[in-house]
């Protein structure tokens, strides 16, 4: 089956750090999306990234979608303590059934104030 | 609105007995999922229902059976739940903007199972 790799599995950052995660998958995608589940929580929905080479922004958050639709990334600039808890990408393959997603195992980041 | 909301939150089963996870959404979303999340595992698709009526595996079905109820309810048994089937459980729904491509997932707060 379609699988997509995210690493690291841990972070650990000293509070004002940068942080990045990252996933790749070996095939295509038709697009990603971004998670966060905070400790304890469910996940909330943050972004999805439908284009070739796509960049978003969402104030310290910048997400990136490979120019080959493979790969993708979050980077947090100056982590704060609010920013605890596992972030994972989720991608859609061409002729998945009803938007099923495939997720990452996640990158978990801890912030140390 | 509550969005979508899952009962019970807790549950510790014995080796052999069965239940029901109940998921309810008021959203009027066509799509419905049940995940489980084990530690390091991420997110897992266990059956999925694309619109009320309709129900199709996921990736790890076996041991689950689930039902849509109608459009808001979508439940998910366990005949006779085994200690592998201790995990989080997440039920979610599908918004999507027609003809846009967008789209996003809403998780209720999750059922903690333990199978003793």
């Known amino acids: 089956g379609q699988q997509v790799m995210q690493i690291p599995q841990y972070q650990h950052v000293q509070e004002g750090e940068d942080f990045t995660t990252y996933c790749n998958s070996s095939?295509?995608?038709?697009?990603i999306q971004w998670y966060k589940q905070r400790p304890g929580g469910h996940p909330v929905f943050l972004i999805q990234l439908v284009k070739s080479g796509e960049v978003k922004k969402q104030k310290r958050l910048t997400f990136q979608f490979g120019e080959a639709k493979k790969n993708s990334s979050l980077h947090i600039t100056a982590t704060q303590t609010t920013d605890v808890g596992t972030y994972f990408c989720a991608g859609t393959y061409s002729g998945a059934g009803s938007y099923q997603l495939t997720f990452g195992k996640g990158t978990k980041l801890s912030v140390i104030p | 609105n509550a969005g979508v909301t899952q009962t019970p939150k807790f549950q510790v089963l014995k080796t052999g007995q069965s239940m029901t996870l109940q998921c309810a959404q008021d959203m009027n979303h066509n799509s419905m999922y049940w995940y489980r999340q084990d530690p390091g595992m991420g997110l897992r698709l266990i059956y999925y229902s694309a619109s009320e009526g309709t129900t199709d595996k996921g990736e790890v079905p076996n041991g689950y059976n689930v039902s849509r109820l109608n459009k808001r309810e979508f439940s998910l048994r366990l005949e006779s739940a085994a200690p592998s089937q201790t995990s989080v459980y997440f039920c979610?729904?599908?918004?999507?903007?027609?003809?846009?491509?967008?789209?996003?997932?809403?998780f209720g707060p999750g059922t903690r199972l333990t199978v003793t």
């Open positions: 095939t295509t995608l038709s697009n």
């Open positions: 979610a729904t599908h918004l999507g903007v027609s003809g846009t491509g967008y789209y996003e997932q809403y």
